[in-house]
Each structure stands twice: as C-alpha cells, then as structure tokens.
C-alpha cells in the first residue's frame, strides 16, 4: 500500500501571533516537522516577528504504518537552548477524515514530555493453566527499539514496570540505550474473572529527580484468554488516563496548515504498458482535424486543483519514453487550435501551461541556478535598500558622525535605481551568455513553441518571442528570483529590505519578458526612471531567443530516446567523515571531504574539482540510515552501510551540517539504491566502541541490527530519478475518477460538428452496456506475464466486466473514438488486477506533501 498527504503550513494574522519567550519583545520562530517523533524536516527561521510566514512546502514518501505527524514551532536562541513554543499533532485517522485534504488553522498546543513518546517492545504474553485450576499470566519482555532520548547523554536509562491487579514487578535497569534488551520474565496471579487489564510502562530511570515517562502497552487479559498467547512488536502509547487541562490552548498560537494524504497502491511497473503505450500513441498520432483528441479531454475535464499534479506525472511520464518534445508539441498545437488573443496565450493555467512550467523545472533546475544563483547571492550578501515607489520611500540619515543630513526622497529613489539596474543588468547579462549552456531538451522545446506560434500568428511576429518569454522569464525565472529558497538557491528566507530589491528585481524581468516596457508603466509609473534599461533588455532578450531556438546539427542528434533530469550529478557537496577505528572513546576530530552521488557510485575526494579519492558503487550499498545523537554528539549523522573490497560489511558515518541537508541526503542515496536487491531489513543505529555496540550494547560486532532500516523515507524533490510505475498509477487513479466526465466532455466538445466518421466497431455503445471488442484481446497475459501482476495470479476470464464498474450506457450505436475506447478497456483491466492484487501486495511507501 502507498500513501501521499500533502501539507502546507503557514503561521500569520495578527490574531494568531505567537507569544514571546524572549525579553526582546520578539520572536525567531521555525518549525520542525516529525513523523512519529523523528525529524523529517526543519523550515527557515524568520527573524523577529510574532507572525512569521514560511510558505514552504514538502512533499515525503513514508513507510505505509506512521501514526501520525507533528509540527514543533520553536523559538530560536543563540546563547542557549531553543525553546518551545507549542505543537500541533495530526493522526493518521485525523487525516483519513478529509480525503481531499484538511486546510485550516490549528491551535498549539503546550509539550507534555509524558506525551513524547516513541518505538516499540517486543513482548510475549500468555496465559497459563487451564479454567478451575491456578492460573499465571506470564509475560516476557524481551527488547525495546526507538525509544525516546530522556537524557543529555543522547539517550536513556530505561526499565520496565509491569501492572496488574494491583501488583508492581520491574525489571532491571540497562544503562545509556534506547535499544535494550532484557529477555526478563515475569508471572502474575490470574484474577478471576479476568477483568482487569496487563499495563507494560517503560521508563528512564535518573539517579536525581523523577523518572521519565516513555510509554506503555495495555492489553485486554480477556482477550488473551480466547488468543492464549500473542508475542510481536507493540508500539508505545502515551498515557491518556490522565486527564490534563491545556490550559495554555489558544494563547501559544496558531499555525495554518494545508495537509493532503493520498493512499495508493503501485503495481510492478509491466502492469502498466498498456496505459502507458496508449497514451504514447495518442501523443505520436498527433492533433486530426475534426477529431477530440484524448489530450484535449484530459486537459477539459481535470480540475484547476488537480492540473499541476497532472501535469507533472504526464512531463515525468513522456521524458522516461523519450516522448516529452512530443507530448509539449501537441499540447501547444491544441492550445493554439483554441481560439485565443495574442496577449493573452499561455496565460491561463491550462494544461499546457502547466505541462511547460512542470517541465522546466524537471528538467531546468541546474540551469537556472547557474544562470541566477551569482545574483541572488549578492543581493542577499549586499542587503543594499532599493525602492522606487515614493509612498513606500523611507527617508533615512546619511554622513559620518556630527556631519549627518536627510536624503531626500529624491535621492533615495535615484540610488535605488542604480542598485536596481545594476541588479537586472547583472542578471540579463547572465541570461544572455547562457543560451549555449541551456539544456538540448528544453532548446527542443522553445523551438517548437516559437514555430507554432509564428505560423499560428503571421501578422505578430513579437508573439513568439512573448511566447517563450512567457514561460521562461514569467513561469520560471521571476518565481525563482522572487522565492529563491523555494527553487534551492538559499537556504534561508530573505528579510524585509532584500525581498523588496527581490519582488523588484522580479518585475523588471518581467517586464522584460512581457517585451512592452509601457504596458508596466500605466499601472506603475514609478518605474518610469528604469525604462531606459527595460528597452536595452528587451532588445538583448530578442537576440537571445533567437540564438536559444537556432536549430543546430549537433544538438538535434542528442535530443532523441528516453530521457531523465539532466543533471548527472544526482547529490553533492562537502560532509565531515567520522573514524570508529580502535578502542577507547571515538575520535572528535572529522575530516572534511567533498561527496558526489551519481546514477553509479558514491565519490569522494578533497575539493569538487580534485581528484577522486575513493567510490562506493551503488550496487555494493545496503543501507543508508541516521546514527544516534550520543555516538558522536550530533543529531545530524547518517551512516552507509556498504560491501567493502574484501567482501565484508563495512560502514561510513558522515555529518551533515542541519537536519534538512541530513535528510536529503538520505533521501538521494534511497532513491538511487531502491532497487538494489541486498538492501538490509536490520541496523544498528550506533556505533561498534571498544567491545560493543552503543545502541543495544551487543557484543557480536557483525550480530543483526536492533532497529528496522526505513528505505521508503524520502523527501521527494524536483531532480529525483523517474518512477514509471509510481507515475503511470497516479494518473490511472485519475483517469479512473474521469470515466464518465470523458464520455460527457467529448460529446459536449463534438456537439456542434456531430459524430466523427470511421468509428471503430470496437468502440461502438450498445444501449444495455459497454463492449470494448477486441481492441485489448491478448493484452492482459502479455502484461501480466506468466503469473499475473507479481506472481499474484492472472485475471480470471472476464475479470474486467466483474471488476470494473461500466460507464453510464450511450444511445445504441453511438461511437466513440479509438482511443478513448481503449482507454476505457485498460482503466478496467487496471481496476480488476488491482483488486486482485490487494489482498497479498507487501506494503510500499506512504507520499506525504508538507508546505509549511
């Protein structure tokens, strides 16, 4: 099973300011993300302000059992400790109640340390004797995993405290692990009748102060009466028997959020060439006139919330198949088949103008942060005050000491121009001298918008370089420029001075991809004095859209077959590389190296640009996981567990710099390795020091792992590898959902003209049902294979008229196109097999969306 949610969360309003922790009178607040207590994700601090706005948005891939997912709102403090200020929590169950995603404001609520709970204890509980006789109940608690870190150490001292019938046993105590392991029995008298309920606590015991809460298991003894046994891992649950008043709720703050989570289900991906062929050819058989294109149904009938997803999935799709020049091909001839205005094309936001956005930013990334990352980052080093709106002016004091006066506004305004126009020239000239460096594939695509905007308007020839413009200044650039951190090209929000030079820097490019300089001025006449560098850029953007679209031998030979994000470079940058060897305390000192993570090994060596100094390949990693705060005193470690050269299990521990940067990171090396077939179930999240293991102090150094690896947990981004088959399922669940929409758009959109002529008999709709024909005879055992979808056995004969529920009948007669007919027949076949699927299919990873 695989799940997706998306989240957005965002704190504002004057109404639902945070308090203040400081004595300043303000706030640095962020937030940090946790699924079932660990840190997924941290947002950007925004400095001194009661009503911060992140705007950031993620989206997670999780295993299919999380529990639920916290948001901690912190208050960042330099000198100390942050500190909390509140949290909100949302349960799996809370998200499964708003199947179209929750949105709203939520208040935050105090942190109770007896509610911060996590891991599991594997137990063995059973009843003992038999009904008139003495009875026991036996349970043995054999280890604990993931429990939460009580102490400064990094860890806990924990033992368990066992409950029933008004009798107390506890085991004995293990030292500095969050990973124990007792293997301690004990008996209990059984009441009769056996009502009363077994209470498993787990705590951390300290030598100074009370114990510390980590979380119990409650079982029913009646029920163990009818089972007579149950052993397994049970979760740890915090203790609700105690009723506590929130007192604080509501005056802690609110934090809105946007959270969507989708539950799917992806077969192996040769269960998916049917669609995937059908939607190919759709594409290769090109737009006919007096014919509805399948595209152009899809385009109708999805949703303005549900387009960019779709668009997306269809980018992803077509660039695996070697298709996406194609697929953006007819997209723009269907788009200007429509009647349309010149100033007014590719405006909307039409599939098409989505499918190019999603389609630049797959394929563009590295791109644009070569082309603007210079820029950016000295606007944001300079922090130089730019304004050009005279009611927005602030008139400040210039001069040494003793020789102050006051700008006039005047003055201001002239300096704010320069820095502004040394900003765009800056950025211009990069644009320009890029157009050699710009993806082949994206060049591809400008050149085929340019022509079939050229023949679409002869008489306006500018429209075709607004056209490209459109795209590439508007939909790409001017966003990036304005929200860099959500494009990756900073790390941090920018404050109030540098987001104003930013949102103006962002309208100057798009004035100049607008190409009319004066249209900008009637609505803003303030940015009259910048017009002079406007005109000089459009006439530089038009000589450098006619070099991006120039046709050339050598770059038309590189464009064909399946295609992926360009970048080779999947991951790379600088990470600290611990040392384990010897006995004794762990070496403090790390040694600083340069990573790069390529479609083939990990690569490491001194500087980017020096010599490789060693590789993992790809096929040798079993396992890439977090290590444990205390082994090396920071929450920012992973661990690559990986055959060595000798054949022999070996592991790299290396540190990131922030927990944001720690979870990409593992997020790229899952990606890259989810097919390897010796992944590890099983790790140890610590480290072999002296004669052990720190984690659940094993002395068997190659003795299995104390924790459950998590190969699904990823962070999803716009430059991860393709997944055909996780693409190929989203669009079936939206396809499925369209079924009737389609039929209804089509003869909507074929009304005026009536019913195309040379329909096939395979599409034709008696009155009492539907009947495909034999458009998909001997389909399904080619997709199936010889034992169905994965081995779970093929469809039975005429699985798909029982599996899938047929459209609402036509008149008798009434064809339908080709290839919404065969559309319809694999939607069926797909519905059927996933219904055979379902009951064996093992769990695959949970997509969870955050914006925060």
Known sequence: ??????????????????????????????????????????????????????????????????????????????????????????????????????????????????????????????????????????????????????????????????????????STVVKKSCYPRWNETFEFELAEPAGEKLCVEVWDWDLVGRNDFLGKVVFSVQGLEAAGQEEGWFGLRPDKSKPREDEHRGSLGSL????????????????????????????????????????????????????????????????????????????????????????????????????????????GMPYLHAVLGPTITRVFEEKKYVELDPGKVEIKDVGCSGLHRVQTEGEVIEQGRQHLQSYLGELLDAIIKSAPACPPVIRAAFRQLFQRVGERFPQHQHVKFVAVTSFLCLRFFSPA??????????????????????????????????????????????????????????????????????????????????????????????????????????????????????????????????????????????AAEKVEEKSFGSSHVMQVVYVGAGGQQETAYLQCKCVNELNQWLSALRKVCVNNPRVLRAYHPGVFRGDKWSCCHQKERTGPGCDRTRHGVTLQDWSDPLDPAAEAQRLFHHLQGLRGTLREKYWELLEPEGAPNGARDEGRFGGGGWDFGDALVGTCPQWLGEGGCGGWGAPPLGVRGLTAAPPPPLPAGTPLPEGLSRLFGVLGDLEGCHRLAQPPAPPTPALLQLQT
């Open 481 to 622: 420029i304005m929200t860099p951190k959500l494009f990756h090209l900073r790390e941090t929000h920018a404050d109030a001075r540098t987001s104003r030079t930013l949102l103006l820097l962002a309208k100057a490019v798009q004035m100049v991809g607008n190409m009319e300089p004066a249209a900008g001025r009637a609505k803003e006449t303030w940015l009259a004095p910048l017009l002079p560098a406007l005109q000089q850029g459009i006439a530089q953007m038009k000589d450098f859209i006619s070099r991006l679209v120039g046709t050339e031998e050598e770059e038309e030979e590189g464009e064909g077959g399946p295609l992926g994000p360009p970048a080779v470079v999947v991951k790379e940058g600088p990470l600290f590389v611990h040392k384990t060897r010897g006995k004794g305390p762990l070496l403090a000192a790390a040694k600083k190296l340069h990573f790069c993570l390529t479609g083939e090994a990990l690569s490491f060596g001194k500087s980017p640009g020096a010599e490789r100094s060693g590789a993992i390949a790809l096929a040798d990693i079993l």
């Open 1 to 170: 099973m695989g799940l997706g949610w998306g989240a957005r969360a965002v704190a504002g309003g004057a109404d639902r300011a945070v308090p203040c922790p400081s004595s300043t009178g303000s706030s640095d607040p962020y937030c940090i993300v946790k699924i079932d207590n660990e840190a997924i994700i941290r947002t950007a601090t925004v400095w001194k302000t009661l009503s911060p706005f992140w705007g950031e948005e993620y989206e997670v891939q999780l295993q299919p059992n999380f529990h639920s997912i916290s948001i901690y709102v912190m208050d960042e403090d330099a000198l100390s400790r942050d500190d909390v200020i509140g949290k909100v929590c949302i349960t799996r169950d809370m998200l499964a109640e708003h199947p179209k995603g929750y949105s709203g404001w939520m208040s935050l609520s105090e942190v109770d340390p007896d509610e911060e709970v996590q891991g599991e204890i594997h137990l063995r509980v059973e009843v003992l004797g038999s009904p008139g006789s003495r009875r026991l109940l036996r349970c043995t608690v054999l280890e604990a995993r993931d429990l939460a870190r009580k102490d400064r150490n990094g860890a806990s001292d924990p033992f368990v405290r066992l409950r029933y019938n008004g009798k107390v046993q506890e």
């Open 256 to 363: 809105q959020l946007q959270v969507r989570l989708r539950d799917e289900t992806v077969l192996p991906s040769h269960c998916y060439q049917p669609l995937v062929q059908l939607l190919c050819q759709e594409v290769k058989s090109g737009r006919q006139d007096g014919q509805v294109h399948l595209v152009t149904l899809l385009d109708e009938t999805t949703t303005a919330e549900c387009r960019q997803e779709v668009a997306v999935n269809l980018v992803k799709l077509f660039l695996g198949q070697g298709l996406v020049k194609e697929f953006l091909d007819l997209l723009f001839e269907l788009e200007l088949a429509k009647p349309c205005e010149p100033n007014t094309l590719f405006r909307s936001n039409s599939l098409a103008s989505k499918s190019m956005e999603s389609f630049l930013k797959v394929t």
